[in-house]
């Protein structure tokens, strides 16, 4: 459908935002591997993010006109080698790049 294609395209674009394969949208904002080098994480890593609704309501206006109400975020987790190959972390750290990343994108969401 045009929405999966809409969202399909909107995850990929996030993807290369935070590998700092385009300029930041907004000024002074970091990619991934920025807040890696910064932090000296020689070690390599792995993790995957992905877009989250963290609201969604619908408001009715004074002229009784409904309007949709959503608040978007980023998300993301550290992946480990498992059994079955990567899989999610139980947890991940709150100062990995990519988490790092996905707090400050979902700050400048709006």
């Known amino acids: 459908t045009s929405v999966g294609e ?3 395209q909107a995850d ?3 993807k290369e935002l935070s590998f700092g394969e385009y300029e930041q949208p907004v000024v002074g904002m ?3 591997f920025e807040y890696s080098e910064k932090d000296s994480h020689d070690a390599e890593w792995s993790a995957r ?4 609704v963290r609201k969604a309501e619908i408001h009715v206006s004074d002229d009784q006109v409904l309007v949709p109400y959503l608040k978007m975020g980023v998300e993301a987790r550290e992946q480990v ?3 079955d190959g990567l899989e999610d972390a139980a947890l991940t750290r709150p100062d990995h790049p990519l988490v790092r990343y ?3 994108f979902t700050h400048n969401f709006d």
């Not at 993010?49 to 989250?52: A, G, N, P, Q």
């Open 102 to 104: 996905a707090e400050t």
């Open 6 to 8: 809409v969202m399909f």
């Open 12 to 14: 990929y674009h996030l």
């Open 49 to 52: 993010e992905w877009f989250v």
């Open 81 to 83: 080698h498992g059994d």
């Open 30 to 32: 970091k990619s991934c």
